[in-house]
Every structure is written in structure tokens, then in C-alpha cells.
């Protein structure tokens, strides 16, 4: 496969059938910027698609949630987006953006590719954590005729902590991040969440540790900045005129010790907070609380994992595919 500015896609490095192609980007003041598509076909011909979004700190590597939608005749793709994961040059700051629009552009080539290049006319639009944010906003400005629908698992709507916390703290994150946009931002990061997810600690899956570390990235000002303005303008309602399925596990909580609570929990963010911003997507939005997820619920544990995907196959069939399509 050869994309039209005959960059070749070339096996990814999750292995066959995966492919990647690299998305050449305008320059910022680190030099190069590049996104990578991911691709994995359905095992027939489909004009129906997703597009997956990561989270911070994450990249895409989650290999059974694309089986399940290529099992249902969807291609899967995923974006990593600039600085992320495959994209990450050694020349630039993990992570860093200081305004969310940055990554419209790597969406809109993501989306042309998808839709113009390769044909597909029903695309599900997914995003994980901060993914949810970040897809959210460019759905909202694009309105691509081809969004069908959009899965958004544990979005990160609001700043963790309580309300007091928010009004005092955004400003100054406002202001630091204008005026200084490189200062770190302190936080204590225990590495409990991706210790649970990987199989070299107590975990089941594999990934890559420089591009998913166990002590996270750093945050700096600018970044947290764009962040927060993300989340007043999603708070003043965004209008996503298909179905959005949002996601989250029943609870959270902060755990001093490596124990059962990890890995049951979202022990990232608020979830009260996911449940009270959801219908900020728009008007058609289903929310559902996994017991027992993690952050992450499609990398929960067996039981809750297949509750997740119990719950997006319902709303899929209620909202987006029904049976009855079939018989048209």
C-alpha cells in the first residue's frame, strides 16, 4: 500500500495485519511534526470505519478492541497523534501542544484518508481519556458528514478534585500556562494504574514503556492551559448531531497501595465528573458505568472488559447498526 504522497504503509509494529503510515505535518518550533495512522481491515470489503484517539501519557496498542470491531465488519484505524507513542520524535516533548486545535490537522488528513482515499461513508468516531476531549472539540468545529456515531471511553471532561479546587486553581494554570508555557506542573504520580495493565508487573497486557511509562509523562503549563480551555468550551455544550456513547468505571479512587482497588477502579479520573459532563456532547448521548472497570475499560479485567463491550455492542445495535439495516 502506497499513500498518494508515496509514503509506503508498512507493518506496524504490532505485526501483520496491522499497517502504519506516517502523516506528514506543518513544522511548530521543535522541528519535524508527524502523526501515524494505524489500520487493521475487516475480513470483508466495508465502507463502514472507526477512528480511534489515545488518551495522554497512552498510544494505540489495544489490539482486542480492534479485533472486536473488524470481527463486526468495521475497519479499525487509530491515530497517534504528534508527540504520542509512534510519532514521538527524539527531538520534541512528549505530549506537548499548547492549544487542542494543534491536532485538527492530523484528525482532518486521519478522516480524509479514511473517508476520501479509502471510501469508507459510516465512520464511528472513538477516543479514550483525553482522546474524548480532543475528538470531541474537532467534531463539534468539523461535522464531518461521514460520523455516524462515537464512543468515548472514561473522557476527561473537567479537572479532577473538588469544585473549590477548580475555581481556584484554573486561573492560575491560565496564567502560568501564557506566561510560561514550559513550567512543569508538580504531581505525584504512584505508576499503580500502568503497573496494573502491563504483564511484567501485575497486569496481562503488553506495551511499549517509553511510549506508555510507569511514572507517566511530565505536564507542563501550556499543555494543562489548552487543556482546561478544552474543557470550559465542551462545558458550554458542544452539538454532536449523531449518538455518543460515554463510558466509565462505577467508581474512583485513590489507593496508598498496590491492592484490589486498582484494578477495579479508575484511580486516573472523577468519574462523577465523566457523568455529570457527558450530555455536553450533545443531544443523543447513552452513559454507562462499567462496575469494576479501570480507567481504561476496554483493558479492564475479563468480567467488567466484556460488560464494556456488552455495552457498546447494545448501543451500536439501538443507535448506529441495527439488524434491521440488514434487511434494507
Known amino acids: 500500500m502506497t499513500t498518494e504522497a508515496g509514503r509506503e504503509a508498512v507493518t506496524d509494529v504490532l505485526g501483520e495485519p496491522y499497517v502504519a503510515e506516517t502523516l506528514e505535518l506543518p513544522p511548530d518550533d521543535e522541528g519535524e511534526v508527524v502523526a501515524t495512522l494505524v489500520h487493521r481491515s475487516a475480513a470483508a470489503t466495508s465502507t463502514k ?3 480511534h484517539v489515545h488518551g495522554f501519557a497512552d498510544y494505540f496498542f489495544q489490539t482486542g478492541y480492534a479485533e472486536w470491531w473488524t470481527e463486526r465488519g468495521y475497519d ?25 486545535a494543534e491536532y485538527d490537522a492530523e484528525l482532518d488528513e486521519a478522516w480524509r484518508r479514511i473517508t476520501e482515499r479509502d471510501g469508507h461513508t459510516e465512520v464511528v468516531l472513538s477516543a479514550h481519556s483525553t482522546g474524548g ?22 473522557p476527561w471532561l473537567d479537572l479532577q478534585g473538588s469544585t473549590l479546587r477548580r475555581v481556584v486553581t484554573t486561573p492560575i494554570i491560565k496564567q502560568l500556562g501564557a506566561r510560561q508555557p514550559r513550567r512543569e506542573i508538580k504531581r505525584h504520580v504512584t505508576g499503580f494504574y500502568t503497573r496494573s495493565l502491563h504483564r511484567d508487573h501485575e497486569g496481562e497486557w503488553d506495551f511499549d514503556l517509553l511510549w506508555k511509562p510507569i511514572e507517566s509523562f511530565t505536564v ?13 468550551r465542551l462545558h458550554r455544550g458542544l452539538a454532536l448531531s449523531c449518538p455518543v456513547l460515554v463510558l466509565s468505571s462505577g467508581r474512583s479512587a485513590l489507593p496508598e497501595e498496590m491492592g484490589e482497588e486498582v484494578h477495579g477502579t479508575d484511580i486516573v479520573l472523577d468519574v462523577e465528573q465523566i457523568r455529570r459532563w457527558a450530555t455536553a456532547y450533545g443531544p443523543h448521548v447513552t452513559y454507562v458505568a462499567v462496575d469494576g472497570a479501570r480507567h ?16 457498546v455492542d447494545t448501543w451500536m445495535r439501538a443507535w448506529v447498526d441495527p439488524p434491521s439495516r440488514s434487511l434494507l
Do not use: C, I
Open 49 to 51: 470505519a472507526v477512528l
Open 76 to 100: 479499525f484505524y487509530a491515530l497517534d497523534l504528534r508527540k504520542y507513542g509512534r510519532s514521538l520524535g527524539p527531538h520534541q516533548t512528549p505530549t506537548y501542544v499548547t492549544d487542542l
Open 133 to 154: 476531549l480532543v475528538t470531541g472539540l474537532w467534531a463539534d468545529r468539523r461535522r464531518p458528514a461521514q460520523l455516524v456515531g462515537a464512543v468515548m471511553n472514561s
Open 220 to 232: 507542563y503549563a501550556g499543555w494543562l492551559r489548552a487543556v482546561r480551555e478544552g474543557h470550559a
Open 296 to 311: 481504561d475499560v476496554v483493558l479492564s479485567r475479563e468480567e467488567p472488559r466484556a460488560r464494556a463491550y456488552a455495552a
